[in-house]
């Protein structure tokens, strides 16, 4: 299974890009978009390293990714930090709000029924790390090492987790979720408890440094993106991890989501497994582009 995970991993970008041409939840930003993105990068960046080097690096209160994707959302600052009732919301349109949450989405639930209770619709972004590469800084001389890039590179198959922490409101057409897929340059700090301090250190600042694609759930039919091809007629969570070169905890997350999406059935078990059969008219088909 290690295996199979690595060669996921190795082909994320020609697999996103195989994704975009068959379905439209699935989109490649354009030049114009990349080089705005990359724009607003740029003056985080700047910001960054004008706070006297690496001592200011994460003491402001809003971190660099959480505004770079505000501003790459929305730029005109009179459309940010919205008082909506008793909550702030990121970006608030007319009557659309966009959350960005640059961690997990567990606690949204307040948030998202106080907003479509009173009438809005929401969007809600969250970014996964395509590519990351990792500087230490010195606690003491704040010296920073070489970065290096990390062996962690995320799939389409990472959003189901995250997805699953919002299960009530998936089928909710007011709901959108995307998930922006980044490069970024992590900053930790050398001070954790073991000998070369790395272990329970701190990050300062997780700076983005590009965007890939991105990748939003509205309808039920856009998680019909998450079905590999080559399954079998009934099939396992294991068949699934095979066919979609994940490990097999992160294909029975992704099975329970389907299941309760109805895009597969749960028919039965075979041993210990769930057995599972995709719908005769999958619904995943009205998600696909003609050439």
Same mark, same amino acid.
């Given at each position: 299974?290690?295996?199979?995970?690595?060669?996921?991993?190795?082909?994320?970008?020609?697999?996103?890009?195989?994704?975009?041409?068959?379905?439209?939840?699935?989109?490649?930003?354009?030049a114009v978009e990349r080089g705005r993105f990359l724009k607003i990068c740029q003056t985080a960046g700047e910001r960054v390293a004008a706070r006297e080097g690496f001592n200011g690096i994460g003491l402001l209160t809003e971190k660099a990714l959480h505004a770079v994707l505000k501003d790459f959302y929305e730029p005109n600052p009179a459309h940010q930090e919205i008082v909506v009732g008793s909550q702030v919301a990121d970006i608030c349109i007319n009557n659309h709000i966009i959350e960005i949450q640059s961690h997990s989405l567990t606690g949204m639930h307040g948030k998202i029924k106080q907003y479509l209770s009173e009438g809005y619709t929401v969007t809600i972004v969250l970014p996964l790390l395509v590519e990351k590469k990792l500087t230490w800084i010195d606690p003491v001389s704040k010296e920073a090492t070489i970065p290096r890039k990390s062996p962690r590179s995320a799939t389409i198959y990472d959003t189901t987790r995250e997805l699953m922490r919002l299960r009530p409101f998936l089928t909710d057409s007011r709901i959108c979720v995307e998930f922006c897929f980044i490069s970024a340059l992590e900053y930790r700090l050398r001070d954790g408890w073991s000998h070369d301090g790395k272990r329970g250190s701190q990050r300062l600042e997780l700076m983005p440094v590009d965007?890939?694609?991105?990748? /939003? *759930? $509205?309808?039920?039919?856009?998680?019909?993106?998450?079905?590999?091809?080559?399954?079998?007629? /009934? *099939? $396992?969570?294991?068949?699934?991890?095979?066919?979609a070169g994940i490990p097999r905890p992160v294909a029975s997350t992704c099975l329970t989501l389907l299941n309760q999406l109805t895009l597969v059935n749960r028919i039965g078990k075979l041993g210990r497994s769930y057995l599972y059969s995709l719908p005769i008219e999958p619904p995943c088909a009205t998600a696909q582009i003609s050439d």
């Open positions: 299974m290690k295996k199979t995970t690595a060669r996921n991993n190795k082909n994320t970008h020609d697999n996103m890009a195989e994704l975009a041409r068959r379905f439209s939840t699935v989109q490649i930003p354009t965007l890939h694609q991105i990748v /939003s *759930f $509205t309808t039920k039919e856009d998680y019909g993106v998450l079905i590999p091809n080559d399954l079998k007629k /009934s *099939f $396992t969570s294991a068949d699934f991890a095979l066919a």
